[in-house]
């Protein structure tokens, strides 16, 4: 069976350019999670998706941080304008449902350094 | 609110020794708790989860960790480390109304020595 999959894997950008990571969930999954990863931290929920809907976006900044889930398959997180606080990893994780307790299931990260 | 704290940034310990992680949780309901480990360059793997059934819990790579509800703890342990098994590891909670999303603690870097 497939993973998480995510592109690009690395990405150096100059602060206040725009970048985007994809995401695409195991086959079947219904819920999608986007993680940030600053270095020497835990991972924290950015958002969460049921199917093509919103379930939680409360710590994501909205004011330059986007993601949308349109067909409720894969998924785009932009980031416009990119601050040096960006630089992190993005998760993307995906489950089967929305219930607490299910096995969320993570890709590889997306590596994003701010310069 | 949920939270969870990992006692321990580093842990470092010689190959054949005891392995120990500590966790511990807050929770006002029932929690659901996870251990992942993160290799370099790589992304989350799940070790092992509790919910709610035997309070021992055995995951991949031989580790284990117990629920103790007393103590709002659910440390990692492997009785014999091995140079593969460094890496970071996260111990995550759900649980309540949190729609089965993790809320992760800071992680515990553990280096095995030779």
């Known amino acids: 069976e497939a993973g998480v999959a995510q592109s690009p894997r690395y990405k150096i950008i100059e602060k206040r350019q725009s970048v985007a990571f994809w995401c695409n969930p195991i086959s079947g999954h219904a819920t999608l999670y986007w993680y940030q990863q600053i270095l020497g931290q835990g991972p924290k929920l950015l958002i969460q998706?049921?199917?093509?809907?919103?379930?939680?976006d409360s710590q994501l900044p909205k004011d330059r941080f986007s993601a949308e889930r349109l067909k409720g398959v894969d998924s785009t997180l932009k980031i416009q304008p990119a601050k040096l606080e960006d630089s992190a990893v993005y998760l993307c994780?995906?489950?089967?449902?929305?219930?607490?307790?299910?096995?969320?299931?993570f890709g590889e990260g997306s590596w994003l350094t701010v310069v | 609110a949920q939270s969870v704290t990992q006692l321990g940034s580093h842990v470092s310990v010689s190959e054949g020794a005891l392995v120990l992680l500590r966790c511990n949780y807050s929770s006002s309901v029932p929690p659901y708790l996870f251990w992942y480990v993160q290799y370099p360059n790589q992304g989350l793997q799940l070790l092992l989860k509790?919910?709610?059934?035997?309070?021992l819990v055995k995951g991949i790579n031989g580790f284990e960790a117990e629920f103790k509800k007393s103590e709002t703890s659910f440390h990692l342990t492997k009785p014999s480390a091995h140079m593969s098994d460094a890496a970071e590891y996260f111990c995550a909670v759900s649980g309540g109304n949190q729609g089965g999303k993790l809320i992760f603690g800071q992680g515990t870097e553990l280096s095995v020595k030779p």
């Open positions: 998706f049921q199917n093509n809907g919103v379930v939680d």
């Open positions: 509790y919910t709610s059934a035997a309070t």
């Open positions: 994780a995906s489950s089967l449902v929305s219930i607490n307790g299910n096995t969320i299931y």
